[in-house]
């Protein structure tokens, strides 16, 4: 008899507790060998003042059995509340989100039913650090935050994915155009990681014609990385336009451990009504038994799964006239799918799991190169002000320029509007105001800002933050003013 593996399960939030029952139903009658240990998320946990949503408890079996099934959660709207799906990535070092979108034509109604892409999204940094802070009356700043060991890691994932699951091609899509430095980092490393690779095809897109292309033409793709929140968004535009978000699952790698999930909400407005589809889950649950070793019953469970689909058995979110046969409940699909199980599809190709099969799940670190020279060259001081015009703002901060640092340019919303600023631009009350060294090794101290600040404040001016500029092996660590 196979050895039991210890897995942690949530029940989840909303439709989340009907669609695990009826995963682990099939799991357990596919001949799962699984010992499993429940814990509560979620919506419950945040009603009884928890504010991460998850008891410290929780955290001691998700760091014991290294393997997470969880349904979808609530998170209550409004400040106060972290997103507990971003905190768990995070804190676990699940690095890696793994989407698969396949079209399951002609039983699921699809415009692209040659559709079969994968979408390997970083999980851990870009915006989805959740640094957010309000600046002034008017403005909130969120942080976007990537590091060369993020992309590293990402990437390089991306390619033994796709070199280990047999595909072809590895698309990146940035927006580097705009945002040179932090997307552009990502190309970077993208680039260099891919000549590595030289069994497979790789290119790169702006994501913007990269979406077009992906909701227009979705079988010039293969596997796509990218950053974490394009990833999210996409990976559930490519999931609804293969079919359903509904039937999408998704898997969430790291060194130390896997969590597995349905990509879709928790769907309060349907819970309790037999009318989910568990498919989004149940295909999660066949990545997570590829992933712990199981691959036989991984195989028996999504043969039966495909058995059904091209029976016409669907839910009604896949229910079409002229490709399904009969609209069923949760309880009846589920079901449908254990009946199947030994059976295979007919129409579609049978799946057989192999050793080895699924999501890469060693890789080496990520290289950490030597320090580059740096040097402080400058120092971007941002304001809360709203008493007038750029030009009397330059003004007042003129007279706080002095031999060691001297004010070059004043932006709003990142475009220049001092000096020789144009009338028609908008302005907030949230400026940032860029001085440079003047001295003649073109570098200052620590303690050159530090008076800069507090001559600033002499004058009245609030300012908020500072960001230091910096040279990187002679290289701007910061990008000019749009404008300038």
Not at 19 to 25: G, H
Not at 37 to 63: C, F, H, K, M, N
Not at 145 to 164: M, N, T, W
Not at 269 to 298: D, F, K, T, Y
Request: aromatic share 8%.
């Amino acid at each position: 008899m196979m050895k039991k593996t210890a897995i942690t399960v949530a029940f989840g939030d909303g439709i989340g507790p009907e669609i695990m029952s009826s995963t682990l139903r099939v799991l357990q009658e596919a001949g799962a060998s699984l010992e499993i240990e429940e814990i509560e998320i979620g919506q419950r946990v945040y009603e009884r003042g928890v504010s991460s949503g998850i008891e410290p408890g929780a955290w001691d079996s998700l760091r014991r059995t290294r393997v997470f099934l969880k349904s979808p959660i609530t998170t209550p709207q409004g400040g106060g509340y972290k997103s507990l799906n971003v905190t768990i990535r995070k804190s676990l070092g699940l690095y890696a989100n793994v989407r698969p979108c396949v079209a399951y034509a002609p039983f699921v109604k699809t415009l692209h039913p040659k559709m079969n892409l994968v979408i390997v999204r970083e999980n851990e940094e870009d915006l989805y650090a959740g640094i957010e802070h309000r600046q002034t009356d008017e403005v909130m700043q969120c942080l976007k935050l990537i590091s060369r060991p993020g992309c590293e890691k990402i990437v390089r994932y991306a390619f033994e994915y796709a070199r280990q699951n047999h595909r072809k091609k590895v698309t990146c899509f940035t927006k580097d155009n705009i945002m040179k430095l932090t997307d552009g980092l990502f190309h970077k490393v993208f680039d260099e990681i891919a000549k590595e690779y030289t069994d497979l095809e790789h290119d790169h897109m702006i994501v913007d014609i990269g979406a077009a292309r992906l909701a227009d033409t979705p079988e010039m793709f293969d596997v796509i990385v990218m950053p974490n929140l394009y990833g999210d968004i996409l990976s559930d535009v490519a999931a609804q336009i293969a079919g359903s978000v509904g039937m999408a699952g998704s898997s969430n790698i790291g060194e130390q451990g896997a969590m597995f999930e349905a990509i879709h909400g928790s769907a309060p407005l349907i819970a309790g009504q037999n009318l989910a589809n568990p498919s989004g889950l149940l295909r999660a649950a066949m990545m997570m038994l590829v992933h712990i070793g199981q691959g036989e019953v991984a195989t028996r469970v999504h043969n039966a799964w495909l058995c059904t689909l091209e029976r016409g058995i669907h839910t009604g979110d896949i229910f079409s006239e002229g490709n399904s046969r009969e609209r069923v409940g949760t309880d009846k699909f589920t079901e449908s799918v254990i009946q199947r199980l030994g059976q295979k599809p007919t129409q579609f190709t049978p799946v057989l799991y192999a050793e080895g099969d699924g999501e890469v799940k060693f890789l080496p670190p990520p290289t950490r190169r030597p320090p580059a020279k740096k040097e402080l060259v400058g120092v971007d001081v941002f304001l809360h002000w709203r008493d007038g015009l750029p030009d009397k703002l330059g003004e007042l901060l003129s007279q706080t320029s002095n031999k060691e640092l001297e004010l070059k340019m004043i932006t709003n919303r990142g475009v220049k509007v001092w000096p020789q600023g144009l009338p028609e631009t908008f302005c907030t009350d949230h400026w940032r105001c860029r001085f440079m060294a003047q001295t003649p090794d073109g570098t200052i101290q620590h303690r050159d800002i530090i008076s800069l600040l507090e001559r600033v404040s002499m004058t009245g001016l609030d300012f908020i933050k500072c960001e230091n500029l910096c040279n990187f092996d002679g290289e701007p660590g910061f990008t000019l003013g749009q404008g300038q």
